[in-house]
């Protein structure tokens, strides 16, 4: 294991000459950076990308002002994970069995406005990397890994273990060398210490070409020696060199006769490895001689050592060889016959970490993740899929034996379509596959007759076709298999297996037969007796004779309306609105029209009576209606259902819909100021929350937009139009529309394209409109190129980093800018293309009351409760003060 452990060190600091400084081989991810968006870090040189590609859950969000001006660019965005317990990046294009060091780094910066600093774990691939612990929401803290992928692929994963919620600012892959074949451990890398340094800046990259990070460290009483002229050289055995910024620089005691002395102090057992550096870095005269030997915990374990002028030497320290304590104290001793006191020029403490926790069959964790993407399995599929057990994907069934191997997959009621895909053949050690409750088509594959340890296969309720796969049968009747094939109706069954469903379809056929035939014939029957009133209607002109769909409308909804709103007769209607004289907004149902009742105002909703639309969008409204009732959604007050007459009576809105606000659409409008905009959007939000958490089945509303929010006299704000809402099923957050509804620049894309309706099509809807309300610019604008979205728009002005191009001009700048920031980043994370990445109503709602909360702060005065202490930046671990306690004393000082 030493030996391993050896090359797996050196590897750490092996400089591959051939790579230079052109960044072969990085990986350097910032973690929130919005999509398709890249930088050069201008105090490294280091590109960064957006992490967009690496992983499909998570938000983005940036760090408060003060934060964000005195932290490198990286910190400035990060990302969030307030929903699910593991969410994991997937870094692709690794090479097996080769050293890499892995680098995260985080920075809370009160991002959240709670100033609650989090804990959380973070894991590589199955196995605990570290427990993250922050002590000040303005330091950043990193870790380093050395560590040797067993596949393709490194899984990162950030796990919320209930206190707080996780989140991450940068990851960074650098390769180390070719590593001597697979291990079960790993070396964190918990401190680089640049011993004797007078500058007070942290080395990394380019003094170090692969980005390690070496703290200067000194202890009043000790003495500096340095060489400004000198690069030490690597003696022979050594395949790394520390940076040459820091080898010219040591630390020594004063006193020639003094140690050097160090303590590292964990709070548990610890199994750790030590590095110390050395290089001579005074030229010694004739009667000048400095050698030393170092002990552990009063053992001695090394010497006499010699550094050699302009040369740099090594030794590591292994705990392996020692009893395992949880506290290691180093002594630097002058041997009898030296004249100078002892010198070190660095030292790196590294934390053995056990990496041995199972993983999937690499075959079988590949095939889920492309059963994932296949069926866009919308679960929190994330990291390995069967470890660690408390993570394992819902739906599967696993071994725990060895290498984890699947045992069972349930996709039942998951919405998946098209057909049953291959990759479900690597799953050779499946004993119950379910796929039942779906809509998948085509034929039954052959391959899965070819799972043999296949004992329960459900298919039951699906659209697929063709003949059962004569393995299968067999295997059922012999009792082998539990198979279940009904509610197929295209499924072809020709053994005595299907029979009965075969008896069922004859049946179900026959009687389909008969029903269609009797239609017919009463459909016959029905166009005469239509043409005959038809005929009566024209002569007779009397105006009862109406819709027939419109009269079941009436029989539909007139016991339900009479028990929940008062009744008012066309007559009543009639006079409410002096004869339908003011016309307040029309639609694809009908006018809406001014009225008064009692003294007071009301908008009366005539239904068309030639608008078939117009009534489902009618009826669709009244069932919400009925049920629903939220101060930010606009009350029903009343209804007429009289023959032909049917109408909604509602409260009225008196300052009309946001729209005509934003953009100046009339003489009564009036330009909004930074906290009504933040107070008219809340509104908005908390009534769409409604919708979608408060009622039972939640509700989508499907045409969010500017003129379905209307102002009252107080200009609250209150979500109308609910006529293309849907309900949508609780346990499986989707509807399946046959048909796209809602309002262009408005419609979520990811709806348009698989017409599957979630409450995230409502999230988009609202971010479009959220946009509209920081911006002042409409949902689609003219540009010099065509049409642009608004969407698109604020993405290239953000480029900028300047939210002053971004906010409507008319406010003059009269604003609090991270209020804004913050609303800008919440609409876009709202407006992003794939819904998973869009927050839930609810967060949106918490969000916006915090911006709200900015915006009173500043304009009462109280920023102080806003406001937080400013830290120079630091990117030190908080291991130092978490874990490790590191001391260093000087002895006969």
């Not at 005595?496 to 069922?504: M, N, R, S, V």
Request: a neutral charge; proline letters at 4%; charged letters at 20%.
């Amino acid at each position: 294991m030493a030996t391993s452990l050896f090359l797996l060190l050196g590897a750490l600091s092996f400089i591959a000459t051939i790579q230079g400084q052109d960044q072969s081989g990085f990986i350097s991810i910032d973690c929130g950076l919005p999509e398709n968006y890249s930088y050069v870090e201008k105090n490294t040189g280091i590109n960064y990308i957006s992490d967009a590609n690496f992983i499909d859950s998570g938000v983005s969000k940036t760090v408060s002002p003060q934060d964000k001006a005195t932290h490198q660019q990286y910190f400035t965005y990060l990302r969030s994970f307030p929903y699910g317990t593991r969410n994991c990046y997937r870094i692709n294009n690794v090479t097996i069995n080769t050293a890499y060091i892995i680098r995260t780094s985080f920075l809370y910066g009160n991002y959240d406005g709670l100033n609650k600093l989090p804990q959380f774990e973070v894991h590589v691939g199955t196995n605990l990397w570290d427990t993250l612990k922050f002590s000040d929401a303005s330091v950043s803290i990193y870790r380093e890994l050395s560590h040797s992928p067993t596949r393709d692929y490194v899984d990162i994963c950030l796990v919320n273990i209930g206190t707080g919620t996780p989140f991450i600012s940068a990851i960074e892959l650098r390769i180390l060398g070719k590593d001597n074949g697979p291990s079960s451990y790993s070396v964190a890398r918990l401190k680089g210490l640049d011993l004797g340094s007078k500058n007070n800046s942290t080395c990394r990259y380019r003094d170090d070409i692969y980005g390690c990070i070496w703290e200067p460290y000194s202890v009043n009483g000790w003495r500096q020696l340095i060489s400004t002229n000198i690069d030490p050289n690597p003696s022979q055995k050594m395949t790394y060199v520390p940076p040459a910024s820091v080898m010219r620089t040591a630390a020594t005691p004063r006193n020639a006769r003094d140690s050097l002395d160090f303590s590292f102090q964990f709070d548990y057992v610890a199994q750790i490895h030590v590095r110390f550096y050395f290089a001579e870095v005074q030229k010694l005269s004739a009667n000048e001689s400095r050698s030393f030997n170092i002990s552990v915990n009063g053992n001695y374990w090394e010497g006499p050592i010699v550094p050699t002028y302009n040369q740099t030497d090594f030794y590591i320290f292994y705990s392996t060889y020692f009893e395992r304590i949880s506290e290691y104290r180093f002594s630097l001793l002058p041997t009898e016959f030296s004249t100078l006191p002892p010198i070190t020029n660095a030292i790196e403490i590294f934390l053995v970490k056990d990496f041995s926790q199972p993983q999937t069959q690499n075959d079988q964790a590949d095939a889920m993740r492309n059963i994932k993407i296949a069926y866009k399995v919308s679960k929190n599929w994330q990291g390995d899929p069967c470890a660690p057990v408390a993570y394992k994907w819902d739906g599967l069934n696993c071994s725990s034996v060895g290498t984890l191997k699947i045992t069972a997959l349930n996709l039942s009621s998951s919405g998946l379509t098209g057909q049953i895909v291959s990759y479900i053949s690597k799953l050779t050690d499946l004993e119950s596959l379910d796929l039942s409750n779906n809509s998948l088509n085509g034929e039954i594959p052959d391959f899965l007759a070819d799972l043999q340890s296949l004992k329960v296969l459900n298919l039951h309720n699906n659209n697929l076709t063709g003949q059962v796969p004569n393995a299968l049968i067999q295997r059922s009747s012999e009792g082998v298999l539990s198979l279940r094939l009904g509610q197929n109706p295209n499924l072809l069954c020709e053994s005595a297996l299907c029979d009965q469903q075969t008896k069922d379809k004859s049946k179900k056929n026959n009687t389909v037969i008969y029903v269609l035939a009797s239609i017919s014939a009463i459909l016959v029957l029905l166009l005469l007796v239509l043409a005959m009133i038809n005929i009566i209607y024209i002569k007779k002109r009397k105006p009862k004779d109406y819709f027939k769909v419109h009269k079941e409308f009436s029989d539909q909804t007139g016991s339900q309306l009479e028990s929940k709103r008062r009744r008012y007769s066309f007559n009543e209607v009639s006079n409410m609105t002096n004869n339908f004289e003011r016309v307040i907004g029309r639609g694809g149902f009908g006018t809406v029209y001014y009225g008064i009742i009692d003294n007071i105002q009301v908008a009366v909703k005539m239904l068309s009576q030639s608008s078939v639309q117009g009534y489902q969008q009618f009826l669709a409204e009244v069932n919400i209606l009925m049920r629903v009732h939220h101060r930010n959604l606009t009350s029903l007050i009343g209804y007429c259902n009289e023959e032909t007459n049917i109408a909604l009576i509602y409260e009225y809105m008196e300052n009309g819909n946001l729209e005509e606000h934003l953009l100046e659409k009339n003489s009564r409008t009036r330009l909004f100021n930074w906290e009504e905009r933040l107070t008219i959007a809340m509104d908005a939000a908390q009534g769409l929350e409604y919708l979608h958490n408060g009622c039972k089945p939640p509700i989508i509303h499907r045409d969010v937009k500017c003129t379905n929010i209307l102002l009252n006299e107080n200009f609250q704000a209150k979500m109308s139009d609910l006529g293309l809402s849907r309900s949508f099923p609780v346990d499986g957050g989707t509807h399946v529309t046959t048909v796209i509804a809602g309002t262009p620049g408005y419609l979520d894309p990811e709806y348009q394209v698989s017409n599957r309706l979630t409450e995230k099509s409502d999230v988009y809807s609202f971010g479009v409109v959220l946009l509209e309300i920081i911006t002042g610019k409409p949902a689609i604008a003219k540009a010099v190129e065509g049409k642009i979205h608004i969407s698109e728009w604020v993405k290239s002005m953000l480029a900028k980093g300047d939210v002053k191009c971004i906010v409507d001009t008319r406010l003059q700048g009269d604003f609090e800018s991270s209020s804004v920031w913050r609303a800008v980043e919440i609409a876009m994370a709202s407006v992003s293309n794939k819904s998973s990445k869009r927050p839930y109503m609810t967060d949106i709602v918490t969000e916006l009351k915090e911006c709200l909360a900015m915006e009173l702060a500043r304009k009462h005065n109280s920023c102080e409760t806003m406001t937080m202490s400013l830290a120079t930046e630091s990117e030190s671990s908080s291991l130092a003060s978490s874990i490790m306690m590191f001391k260093t004393e000087m002895a006969g000082s």
